[in-house]
């Protein structure tokens, strides 16, 4: 099935309406309240992204809060790995003759932006082997939790390919010029504990605790003020894409700072730290 009941699982809202994203190969569930999971589901490719699960992640982003309130989204690879990167073999079975701009317009591109553009905190939770654009899919994820087993890496020289300019720019702002010079010259794996000594995720847990650890995550981000979580995720990407902000950028993150002094949850938010209890957000 291409869409999973919401409620099905016990933990999700019962009210939630399922979505269907077209393919067995991207799953969708509503693990906790206001936490929506993909799960990249292609076990005879090691979860490769092949053009379907491509299409249906650009296709399902934009729908996920459909019958249901979703402020965090968590990406994962059904069991035993996160993603073994894009569908090599896709190349070779079309008639791609080597042609540059064919790989450019690659669907591939259109996933990552339409990630890129979600406008919730995103989480990918790494449960197994992550490599190639699997590894560049979870980069483009606000923050990484890794199993403690996974191995992560970028191939492209053993395979003689230069790689795209914006993937190696979300590497560079992830780890830096230097590590992103290590992995793309070297092409080797490294372990979960490397990765994140190296700030390519954020923390790595035990390989059983992957699953429930990434949506303990998202239900901590889920919980917080939603102008707060929605607005300083689009802060920080202009500030990142903006290193000397123009006076009309800056200016507009001031009006988005002082949007949240009258809002109703802001209100909220230091009414209920007075009276010691759990603020009731509205998004307003």
Not at 82 to 93: H, V
Not at 113 to 130: R, S
Request: aromatic fraction near 6%; charged fraction near 25%.
């Amino acid at each position: 099935m291409s869409g999973v009941d919401p409620g099905s699982n016990g933990e999700g809202p019962t009210a939630a309406e399922a979505i269907e994203t077209g393919t067995d190969k991207l799953l969708v569930d509503f693990p906790a309240e206001a936490v929506a999971r993909l799960t990249i589901s292609n076990p005879g490719k090691r979860n490769a992204l092949d053009h379907e699960v491509l299409d249906a992640i650009s296709s399902t982003l934009p729908r996920l809060d459909r019958g249901i309130e979703v402020r965090c989204l968590v990406i994962t690879g059904a069991d035993p790995v996160f993603s073994a990167g894009y569908d090599i073999g896709s190349i070779a079975d079309e008639s791609f003759e080597r042609d540059a701009e064919a790989l450019v317009a690659h669907p591939f591109t259109a996933a990552l932006e339409a990630l890129d553009a979600y406008p919730w905190p995103t989480v990918a939770a790494l449960n197994g082997h992550c490599m190639g654009g699997g590894l560049e899919l979870a980069i483009t994820c606000d923050l990484r939790i890794c199993a403690a087993g996974a191995k992560l890496g970028m191939p492209p020289a053993k395979l003689g390919l230069i790689y795209g300019h914006t993937g190696l720019a979300r590497f560079i702002e992830t780890v830096g010029a230097p590590r992103t010079r290590e992995l793309f010259f070297t092409g080797d794996n490294i372990d979960a504990t490397r990765a994140e000594a190296i700030n390519l995720v954020n923390r790595v847990v035990p390989d059983a605790e992957i699953g429930p650890e990434s949506i303990e995550l998202a239900r901590t981000i889920a919980a917080n003020a939603p102008l707060s979580t929605s607005g300083n995720k689009r802060a920080i990407a202009t500030i990142v894409a903006n290193p000397l902000l123009s006076a009309e950028q800056e200016e507009e993150l001031v009006e988005l700072r002082q949007s949240c002094f009258v809002s109703d949850d802001f209100l909220e938010g230091i009414t209920a730290f007075g009276e010691k209890r759990k603020p009731r957000w509205t998004g307003r």
